[in-house]
Nanobody, 115 residues
Framework: QVQLVESGGGLVQAGGSLRLSCAASGIFFRLNAMRWYRQAPGKQRELVAAITSVSSTNYADSVKGRFTISRDNAKNTVYLQMNRLKPEDTATYYC?????????WGKGTLVTVSS
C-alpha cells in the first residue's frame, strides 16, 4: 500500500522560510520520481517542483531560485525547501508520485504566508 505523508506546513511571514517533508512507503523509493504540487483556494492544482530518481530537478517559473527540492533515499523522504516566501505561495502543498501507472497523492500540508 502506497502512502505519502506530508509535514512541515504552517504560518510564516513574507520573506520567511519553511521546509516541507514527504515520507513515502509502499514504493521502491529510490526508483521513483517525486513531485510537489500546490493548490490555492479557487485555483487549479499546479506543479511546483519535481525530482527524478537520479536527482535531476525542475521547477515552476514562479518558484525558481527560491525553492529547492531534494530527496534522501535512505529515509524514503523528499523535501521542499522554500525560501523568500511570498503571500502568493499560500496553498496546500501535496506530494505526488506515480507507481506502476497509478498516481498517488498525500493529504497535503497547508502553507500560509502573511504579508
Amino acid at each position: 500500500q502506497v502512502q505519502l505523508v506530508e509535514s512541515g506546513g504552517g504560518l510564516v511571514q513574507a520573506g520567511g522560510s519553511l521546509r516541507l517533508s514527504c515520507a513515502a512507503s509502499g514504493i521502491f523509493f529510490r526508483l521513483n520520481a517525486m513531485r510537489w504540487y500546490r493548490q490555492a483556494p479557487g485555483k487549479q492544482r499546479e506543479l511546483v517542483a519535481a525530482i527524478t530518481s537520479v536527482s535531476s530537478t525542475n521547477y515552476a517559473d514562479s518558484v525558481k531560485g527560491r525553492f529547492t527540492i531534494s530527496r534522501d533515499n535512505a529515509k524514503n523522504t523528499v523535501y521542499l525547501q522554500m525560501n523568500r516566501l511570498k503571500p502568493e505561495d499560500t496553498a496546500t502543498y501535496y506530494c505526488n508520485t506515480e507507481n506502476y501507472g497509478t498516481n498517488y497523492w498525500g493529504k497535503g500540508t497547508l502553507v500560509t504566508v502573511s504579508s
